[in-house]
């Protein structure tokens, strides 16, 4: 079964800090890999996408992602992050059935002014 | 845009009821999906649908059952409500492969 693993479940940066956020999955076959974040009293939006070709991709408001096929990771990261990314950062992979998304746990993000 | 509707930010009810949750989308999607969100656990899929009429078994469907009658809509229901159903009910719907786009979500409660 597939299964997707957020490595930190909380991370207090302050501002300007680098940001990386683990992800790694489960899945023998062809995967479409996400990020979704979840401002503070706000609905989950999409952040980036990888679905084929450069296995980096970019984001929304600075977000970029790595996909290591070998590792089976999709990394984020962020060179300097911003009080506003406080948030809860999901990764989500999707492989085989149709348009079904396999979540992580999620990350906490805090950063501090 | 696309919007994805549900009917309740909060609702609050007592345990054996029957509940309700509506959530509607406006982009003609053939997909929609209903997860709960517990913190420390991520989003749990509890059941989705590729298609009127249609419905599938998530990770977590024991306790729920689902209606999608129209394709623009697709109904959460709780038989007989308990505690451990108090939750934030989250709303998705996507085309195909295609990202999915999330409701605002029901924080529901279960007294």
């Known amino acids: 079964a597939q299964s997707v693993s957020q490595h930190n479940h909380h991370v207090i940066l302050s501002e300007a800090a680098s940001l990386e956020l683990g992800c790694n999955y489960s899945y023998g076959g062809t995967v479409n890999l996400f990020w979704y974040v979840q401002y503070p009293g706000q609905h989950l939006q999409l952040l980036l996408k990888y679905f084929s070709g450069d296995p980096l991709v970019k984001g929304i408001k600075g977000f970029e992602a790595e996909f290591i096929k070998s590792k089976f990771s999709f990394n984020l990261r962020k060179p300097s992050v911003q009080w506003s990314d406080t948030a809860e950062y999901f990764c989500?992979?999707?492989?085989?059935?149709?348009?079904?998304?396999?979540f992580g746990k999620g990350t906490k993000l805090s950063v501090k002014p | 845009d696309v919007k994805v509707t549900q009917s309740s930010r909060y609702l609050v009810k007592r345990t054996g009821e029957k509940v309700f949750l509506e959530c509607v989308q406006d982009?003609?999607?053939?997909?929609m999906f209903w997860y709960r969100q517990d913190p420390g656990l991520g989003l749990r899929l509890i059941y989705f649908?590729?298609?009127?009429?249609?419905?599938e078994k998530g990770d977590i469907p024991e306790g729920y059952s689902v209606s999608r009658e129209k394709k623009e809509r697709f109904s959460l229901i709780l038989e007989s409500a308990s505690t451990n159903q108090t939750s934030m009910y989250l709303c998705a719907s996507s085309f195909q492969y295609q990202p999915q786009h999330f409701g605002d979500g029901t924080r529901l409660s279960i007294l």
């Open positions: 989500a992979v999707n492989g085989g059935s149709q348009g079904n998304l396999i």
């Open positions: 649908s590729y298609d009127v009429k249609m419905k």
């Open positions: 982009m003609d999607h053939e997909n």
